[in-house]
């Protein structure tokens, strides 16, 4: 209630007092701008002139359209992505090839859509500051400024002074309530005012985030083309880790394992032509190379299970019953599936689950987890929670941050709520079928 009652003089509110000031005169000039240009350019579109000056007139608009970006920005806090560039302009050769792709630039004519939409809003700003907050501060203040007046009024007893606003025929706030109770009226005004004035101010960010922004279908093209290259990135990272697991781990276990083979064949090519050499160091360096072979056998197993585990074939419910019974903490499971998912979803949504549970028991120490997968709307719900101390959060270079790019690979959702003293609660949400 506080922050509502004095919101016509906060730091914010003044910023928005700023912005409507600077935008007014803005909007009926843009209007204006836009009406002069099109009909002055339609006009003349049977000549050499009339086309480049269309397309002179929204590539201005377009310029202007960043700067009333800067000015959200700026004034509103408010982010607004730059529509992505014209790409037709930077390919095309020739006069009327650039003459086209001008013309043809969709995020120039959605800027000159939103000058010429604007307009009413510019007038609603110029009424909202003047009729509203003005007119309501001078009220306000009419305890200050009422002795001021002098109002000639003749009755029985000849002309009558009054120091006072006189409203209808005889009636003056000239006494100490009325005046208050006009000062009370100008606070309520204003407190309207700047509200209705937030208001015109959120239309306003709504248009400019339908016509000055990226369009939906630009903003999907973006994700999608983050996200493959996010699997790119995570292939490309996994094969370098496989390929270092082999080099530094199986490669090197069956190195030394040939080489030990190769010992304890010439110590028995020498035993077999008649040499005296005992045969215990010869059993031991075969002893040494079976316990070499066992080793390379598992971490090759370890390497083929981080590639695609093999608890996965029978469905995630084993998998992650596999997975939580190798936890070091006690985890419940709940699986709940109408249909099994894709492959690569189940994969996903494995590992993610692996991943949520390594953190938990890294950074979290609690006491308990549960891990649930349930089909929600047609997509599958991977959801961990656990008792521990919270305080994760989806930051850069971050293991939260890893599972959220690997994801979104699959149009997938990552939610995190973790207040400091837990508890702590990620949703991953996936598709079914990729």
Known sequence: MKRFLLSPVSGRTARHYL????????????FVYVVVTLAVGGALSFTFIGLPLI???????????????????????VEIEPPHPNARWYTAHGLLA??????????????QAYLF???????????????????????????IWWSLFDVKDTDSHGVVHHSALQIGDGFYIETWPRALLVSAIGLVWVLAAVWILKFWIWLDTLLMRALLGPTSSELRVEELTVSRAHAV????????????????????????????????????????SGSELDLVET???????????KQAINELR?????????ALDNGLRDALGTLAARSAMPVTVNVALGERPDRAIETIAYFCAAELLTNAAKHGAPSRVALSVVQEDGRLSLTVEDDGRGGAQ??????????????????????????????????VKLPMHV
Request: charge should be positive; hydrophobic fraction near 50%; include cysteine.
């Open 302 to 310: 370890d390497l083929a299970r981080g590639i695609h585990p093999a």
């Open 233 to 272: 990135d995570d292939s490309a990272a996994r094969l370098r880790r496989i390929e270092r697991d082999l080099h530094d781990g199986a490669q090197a276990q069956l190195v030394a394992l040939a080489m030990q083979l190769g010992e304890a064949k010439e110590n028995l090519d020498a035993t077999g």
């Open 283 to 293: 059993r031991a360096l075969i002893d040494t190379a079976h316990r070499s072979a």
């Open 394 to 427: 989806v930051g850069y270079g971050g293991g939260l941050a890893g599972l959220l790019d690997r994801v979104r690979t699959v149009d997938g959702s990552l939610a995190v709520d973790s207040p400091v003293g837990g508890p702590t609660l990620v949703l």
């Open 55 to 77: 397309a002179s007139a929204i590539f201005l608009a377009k310029k202007f359209g960043g700067v009333q970006r800067s000015l959200a920005r700026g004034l509103l806090g």
């Open 98 to 111: 650039k003459l086209g792709a001008a013309l043809g630039d969709l995020a120039a004519w959605r800027s």
């Open 117 to 143: 939409v604007r307009a009413p809003l510019g007038v609603a700003y110029i009424m909202t500051l003047g009729l509203g907050v003005v007119e309501g501060v001078v009220l306000a203040a009419y305890p």
């Open 19 to 30: 912005y409507a000031l600077v935008c007014a005169p803005l909007g009926i000039a843009g």
